[in-house]
């Protein structure tokens, strides 16, 4: 595993790229305590797509896009 500096890395982003898309775990430390980890993102299948809200759940929420609701049945969730 390669761990380095928030400063360090703003220098070699690019070559920690390189090394998590590879398949290297690779880990951005601020003042030498691991804060954040460098993943490459999973595609996403074609028939799918994430809820774009915000909050901590962000993006990971798929719907598919055969999903879906008519106006009159969302209203009445919605009221529920």
């Known amino acids: 595993m390669t761990t380095v500096n928030i ?3 703003k220098t ?3 070559r920690l790229i390189n090394l998590a898309l590879a398949g290297e775990e690779v880990e951005i430390a601020k003042d030498g305590v691991p804060a954040v980890r460098l993943v490459p993102v999973t ?3 074609p028939g799918m797509r994430f809820l774009a809200a915000g909050g901590s759940m962000s993006g990971l929420i798929r ?3 055969d999903f879906e609701f008519t ?3 969302l209203d ?3 009221d529920a």
């Open 43 to 45: 595609s996403v299948s």
């Open 76 to 78: 009445e969730i919605l």
């Open 71 to 73: 106006d009159d049945e």
């Open 63 to 65: 719907i598919g896009d």
């Open 12 to 14: 070699d982003l690019s």
């Open 7 to 9: 400063g360090k890395a």
